[in-house]
């Protein structure tokens, strides 16, 4: 999906998906989704996170690779 989003599918690939989304509800509507996802992601570009999430996202990572899990 997200190469066709993109625009780097092959012509026929891109036709085969198109006609796919235009029959099933379910992948339109994840399609949809995405693109909504990608155009908020770009329109808000780069935002440093605040300190303190950062440490917990790295904490959390090397807690991960060590194995443990928190609920």
Request: net charge positive.
């Amino acid at each position: 999906m997200n190469e066709f989003l993109d625009g780097e599918l092959s012509m026929r690939r891109a036709e085969t998906l198109e006609q796919h989304l235009a029959g099933c509800e379910c992948c339109a509507e994840f399609a949809g989704d995405l693109r909504r996802a990608i155009a908020t992601c770009r329109r808000l570009g780069r935002v440093a996170l605040p300190r303190a999430v950062q440490a917990r996202a790295r904490q959390r990572v090397r807690d991960l690779l060590a194995g443990h899990s928190r609920g």
